[in-house]
């Protein structure tokens, strides 16, 4: 089996991985309407839109993969999905606001959920970089990488999510964003902490690629 039908059957089972999540929570929760809100909801379904737009892509042999926009989406998929499992294991989880403590219809059911939209998926999206070509992101990238979580912020500030009273309050999802409770400068921080982490978090990506590029074009030219 070669590299590109290995890279289909992968994303096949992180399509399924993302699918699962995605039910499991949203049949495990009070309201869908509410767990729509969130960011990791909207990170893990997006995700599952691109991913199986990728398969359809291959399916019609559609060489995505060489257009100019590819890794710019990729990258930009692959940090916003990351940012949910760094956020929800460094931030939400030692503040006790832990997803599977609403008054749910399945606990087991919701762990398992949040274990996959929480872990296993964005780890899976991650690791899905080891097929792409290396070499494709530029030093411009980062910076547009920061488009979903931005326009996700916008969403929050907009009034049109509806959210647990589980952390932060209905009316904001999350404590960092709530300005009622920790003040206008102190969201002002809290999105600057975010917004420069997921650059940095951004230009390892980029560092990481260059070298991995560096490192194939080194082992080509020696096997030449």
Known sequence: MNRRKIS??????????????IVLTLKNTTSIKY?????????????????????????????????????ILKGSITITILVTAIIYLGVLVPNDLVM???????????????????????????????????GRFALWNPPMWLFFPILYVGFVYSGKGKFYNIGGSREFAYFFLDYKKIGIKGVGV??????????????????????????????????T
Not at 8 to 17: G, Q
Not at 105 to 120: D, E
Request: glycine share 6%; charged share 15%; with cysteine.
């Open 100 to 134: 599977y403590t609403i008054n749910c219809q399945g606990i087991l059911g919701k762990k398992i959920g949040n274990l996959f939209v929480h872990f296993i998926s964005p780890m899976m999206v991650v690791l899905d970089y080891y097929f792409d070509e290396k």
């Open 8 to 21: 289909f059957v992968y994303r096949l089972f992180l399509v399924a991985s993302l699918l699962t999540g």
């Open 190 to 223: 809290c999105i600057t902490i975010i917004v420069v982490g997921i650059i940095v978090l951004g230009y390892l990506f980029v560092f990481l690629d260059y070298k991995l590029a560096k490192k194939n074009k080194t082992k080509e030219n020696d096997e």
């Open 35 to 71: 767990l729509l809100s969130y960011y990791t909801t909207q990170s893990n379904i997006l995700c599952f839109l691109v991913f199986c737009m990728f398969l359809v892509g291959d399916m019609v042999q559609y060489n995505y993969q060489e257009k100019k926009w590819y890794p």
